[in-house]
């Protein structure tokens, strides 16, 4: 009945003796971030092996090791820097720092990943960075509802919808007007906030300039084919950099909540939507990028 605490007894002696022993893993290894993969227990920073002419008891690197284990998603502890008996327990003056690998952009892997269209939209995502990153009307006006849009941007993920609508649809009203309805751009959830997914059309403006057109019979009966239709995003061609990132912006300005629902087009509230960002970026949009390459992959 009182082995229990015997136990844990022993158990604290072995993982101090552990601890103190040489460690079994490089210091320098590369940690990943939690929410894509939890870590297990031997990817944990250990502390580092103590030196002969140390002090401190093995409680203090019980303690040490425990405090390293709970911050082990930080790819570079700064307080663990600071301390320089922790970094090197041999050499005070030490100002190494561990575990401070350079942090990979996944984003960038995952869209170099997809392909030429994953290079179109790291090339817009690349470009509405640096809008929104450096100081001009349309990052303040996307600051009023965001103190820091271009951190929120960065957290953005994308997906293509590959067979997304793919046709202008022509339909006239009573009447003689006819009205035309171009396939959506891209879409996202009005509101999400940050980590929200912008959903590309594959077969709209973002990556074409031209579609066909199909007649839609107010009766019900067949669709006739009527030609080609340019696709635009406001006054941009589609397929070419200016259209893309006011694409973008235009769904940024949906995950802030800083433009208003305009889902299907109804009563033209896309176009207005469009014409909104463009009062506001259309300038940055259209000047010359400082960014003259794309970045490399890391």
Request: net charge neutral; aromatic share 6%.
């Amino acid at each position: 009945m009182y082995s229990a605490p015997r136990s844990i007894q022993a158990v604290a002696l072995v993982f101090v003796s552990f601890v103190s022993g040489s460690a079994a893993f490089p210091q320098t290894a590369s940690f990943i971030r939690r929410t894509a993969d939890p870590l297990p227990l031997t990817n944990m920073r250990l502390a580092p092996p103590r030196c002969t002419q140390d002090s401190r008891t093995p409680a203090a690197y019980l303690r040490a090791t425990i405090a390293l284990a709970e911050d082990a998603t930080s790819t570079c502890d700064s307080s663990l820097a600071a301390d320089a008996s922790l970094v090197n327990p041999c050499n005070s003056s030490s100002g190494v720092r561990i575990g401070c690998n350079v942090p990979r952009d996944l984003m960038q892997e995952n869209l170099n990943a997809l392909g030429k269209p994953g290079q179109k939209i790291l090339r817009a995502r690349e470009r509405v960075l640096e809008i929104l990153e450096t100081e001009n009307a349309c990052s303040a006006w996307f600051g009023e509802m965001d103190s820091n849009p271009g951190a929120t941007f960065r957290t953005l993920h994308f997906a293509l919808d590959l067979p997304g609508e793919h046709d202008v649809r022509e339909s006239r009203d009573s009447g003689a007007v006819d009205t035309f309805r171009s396939p959506y751009v891209a879409k996202v959830f009005q509101g999400e906030g940050r980590y929200a997914t912008i959903t590309i059309n594959g077969n709209g403006a973002f990556f074409s300039s031209l579609a066909t057109v199909i007649e839609i019979s107010r009766e019900g009966g067949p669709s006739n084919f009527r030609g080609v239709h340019l696709l635009r995003v406001g006054p941009y061609m589609g397929n070419t950099l200016p259209a893309q990132v006011v694409a973008l912006l235009h769904e940024f300005g949906h995950v802030i909540d800083l433009l208003p629902k305009d889902g299907d087009d109804q009563d033209g509230k896309s176009a207005q939507n469009t014409s909104e960002v463009l009062r506001f970026c259309r300038a940055a949009v259209e000047s010359k990028g400082k960014r003259s390459t794309l970045s490399a992959a890391r």
